[in-house]
């Protein structure tokens, strides 16, 4: 596995890579990799001929008061997974090679990244677009990968390539979940033994929201309160930042539920804001 700290080399490579004709699965993260990147390199690796992974924690997609500076980090853990897994360059770039002047240009999706995380992150899917954007203008993959997990955020990706005529393909892969249901994230770390059997609420909510609809509720208030009432149920649940039950192109809430709407749920578990979601008529 080739490691890249600089855009310049990472640049150079790129267009090699293109020029050879070998197609270019990327995978972009913000590190402390778990099997839910993980999976990401696995669809990757099936469908590419070079699998190249970046690591950036991006200061820009993170509002102040947010968890920017204690976000988990272990480059050289990271390196030996990625390896593991078959990444051939794995892409570490700093803060300063990525903006190294004052950064005047944004990317920016409207009206869908108004709702769910949007709402309650200003500026949140901005930051993400854009270093995506320049992620995508360095790398120049053929295809890209990202897990929904983060729903929201692989659809506003979509758009954004659509919407700028950016040659990627975009892939959504499935939210990869421990045994117990708990969908994977780095900031699971932050979690006490306690908290994290409290933060199994998010997956059985999602659960119980399935039955609920199996056995004929259609109405997304009673669906909503049922899961809000569940979750309030387990102790260290300090805030519930969302619960949204939504369109899942536009993520306009609707009033009655169908197949394929989304259910989107964010919870501060003790510090930690856990998100997790299902497409009604899913697997989950
Ligand atoms: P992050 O490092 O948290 O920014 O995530 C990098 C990529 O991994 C994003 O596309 C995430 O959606 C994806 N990802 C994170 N957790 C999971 C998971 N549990 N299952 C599937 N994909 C995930």
Redesign the pocket.
């Known amino acids: 596995m080739r490691v890249i700290k600089t855009v310049k080399e990472m640049e150079g490579v790129a267009k090699a890579l293109r020029r050879s004709g070998k197609s270019v699965g990327f995978v972009?993260?913000?590190?402390y990799l778990h099997e839910?990147?993980l999976?990401?390199v696995k669809a990757a690796r099936r469908e590419n001929d070079t699998v190249v992974m970046s690591i950036f924690v991006n200061p820009i997609q993170f509002a102040p008061g947010e968890d920017l500076k204690k976000y988990p980090r272990d480059e050289k853990r990271d390196m030996e997974l990625a390896e593991k897994e078959g990444v051939d360059i794995l892409f570490i770039p700093s803060v300063k090679e990525i903006y190294p002047r004052k950064n005047l240009t944004f990317v920016e999706v409207k009206e869908i990244t108004e709702y769910l995380c949007g709402g309650k992150r200003p500026g949140h899917f901005r930051g993400v677009t854009t270093v995506v954007a320049k992620l995508f203008n360095i790398v120049m993959p053929d295809r890209a990968y990202?897990?929904?997990?983060?729903f929201q955020?692989f659809k506003v990706i979509k758009k954004m390539v659509e919407d700028l005529n950016t040659d990627v393909e975009i892939v959504g892969?499935?939210?990869?979940?421990e045994r117990d249901g708990l969908?994977?994230?780095?900031r699971n770390i932050y979690l006490s033994e306690e908290e994290r059997r409290s933060a199994l609420s998010l997956y059985k909510s999602l659960i119980l929201a399935k039955r609920t609809i199996e056995s004929g509720e259609k109405s997304v208030e009673n669906i909503k309160n049922r899961i809000r009432d569940f979750i309030f149920s387990f102790p260290h649940v300090k805030k519930i930042d969302y619960i949204e039950i939504v369109d899942q192109n536009s993520f306009e809430v609707v009033e009655y539920v169908k197949e394929g709407d989304l259910i989107a749920l964010a919870v501060f578990i003790g510090n930690a804001r856990l998100i997790d979601n299902w497409v009604v008529g899913e697997e989950l």
């Open positions: 972009p993260t913000m590190g839910g990147h999976s990401l990202f897990g929904k997990k983060d955020q892969c499935p939210i990869v979940r969908a994977l994230s780095s």
